[in-house]
């Protein structure tokens, strides 16, 4: 059984290089991505598509109207049941991360790097009940708690200043 990732983009077509995330992608076989176009104005869509016919375990979901960061998480989770039999769905948006060392290339590579512990998520770890979408949850906050020393994810829970 996989398990699924949505992946929250916005106006990321200057963050993203498409040739780095298939070959990172192509290497999770057991992960479902589902990568949700959150209305962008730029180029995105159209790379996402790029990433998706490269890639036999990619969804795209292009969100027409700007939504929250959580309007567009349950617009890919709803995708996700629908479409396939997943053990566990979490989520990231990518423009809540700090990209400015790692960029989205630090994001995939944490993926793929993870992705035997992404499958064997127990949700006891975030110390929470499971919602209507079943065990959705947070990869970063999963990550977190469960990678001793990533410097990816202590980036993205500094404190800013």
Request: proline share 1%; aromatic share 10%.
């Amino acid at each position: 059984m996989k398990a699924g990732i949505i992946i929250i983009f916005h106006n990321n077509e200057n963050d993203m290089d498409t040739t780095y995330f298939i070959e990172q992608i192509q290497q999770t076989p057991k992960l479902e991505l589902c990568l949700v176009n959150n209305d962008s104005k730029d180029a995105t869509y159209d790379m996402l598509k790029e990433v998706k016919e490269e890639c036999s375990n990619v969804s795209v979901v292009n969100v027409r109207k700007f939504k929250s960061d959580i309007a567009a998480v349950k617009a890919g989770a709803r995708f996700m049941y629908n479409e396939f039999d997943l053990k566990h769905l979490s989520y990231v948006s990518v423009n809540l991360l700090n990209l400015k060392e790692h960029g989205l290339n630090g994001l995939i590579e944490l993926i793929t790097e993870n992705q035997n512990a992404i499958l064997n998520y127990k949700i006891k770890t975030l110390n929470k009940r499971p919602t209507l979408f079943q065990s959705i949850f947070s990869l970063l906050d999963y990550l977190k708690k469960i990678i001793e020393d990533n410097h990816f994810v202590n980036l993205q829970f500094q404190k800013q200043l």
